[in-house]
């Protein structure tokens, strides 16, 4: 009885401390793409492993919006998820 008391009471804590090990970011950045000319400031989430630095913030982010057509200009800010 105990024991099954003491992992009740635990449930929570482990649910939060897994919850911060899926630390996502929000990134904000600035785009463009040529002929003609756009310009796009966006936003989008990238794993938490992406969210050291603007650095490895625009190694993630560049692929992805190359994909879609557009040439990542700089990474405006980070912001927690």
Sequence with gaps: ??????????????????????????????AK???????QAGQTTLPEAACGSKEAAAAALAPILAQQGWT???ITAILPG
């Design 72 to 74: 990542l200009l700089a």
């Design 33 to 39: 793409q040529d002929n003609p000319l756009k310009l």
């Design 1 to 30: 009885m105990q024991t099954l008391r003491v992992l009740l009471l635990a449930l929570p804590l482990i649910a939060l401390t897994g919850g911060a090990a899926l630390a996502d970011c929000t990134v904000k950045y600035k």
